[in-house]
């Protein structure tokens, strides 16, 4: 539980952080306009995180010593809904997208 009390803090402090996303730019933006910037948040994370894209690791609370490791991506694990992530010391990991930042994207396929 002290996990998702804290993943809740961390979405509190960044909601009070963001100005000027709602029409007033002052102050916190209401509960659907933040809701609103989370969901369009994930969709360009996911749209970015892609196999073979470099990715590296953030936002882990119960396993935060792989933050900013970096990685590869593998696959998406469909049962899970997370990414497999071929870490630098060979381990693999399956982590959520939202807990990935793209480095670098893969080359294009010629």
Known sequence: ??????K???????????KGFHAGG????????WGQYVVLRRLAIEVAVQPHAVVRIQGL???HEL???QGVCQHLDTGSG???VLLENGDVKLLKADNLL???SPAPEL
């Open 67 to 69: 933050n900013g490791t």
């Open 26 to 33: 002052d102050g916190e933006p209401d509960d659907h306009e």
């Open 102 to 104: 793209v480095c670098a």
């Open 61 to 63: 609370v119960s396993a």
């Open 82 to 84: 997370r990414w497999a």
């Open 1 to 6: 539980i002290s996990g998702l009390v804290q």
């Open 8 to 18: 809740d803090r961390i979405l509190r402090d960044q909601k009070k952080g963001f």
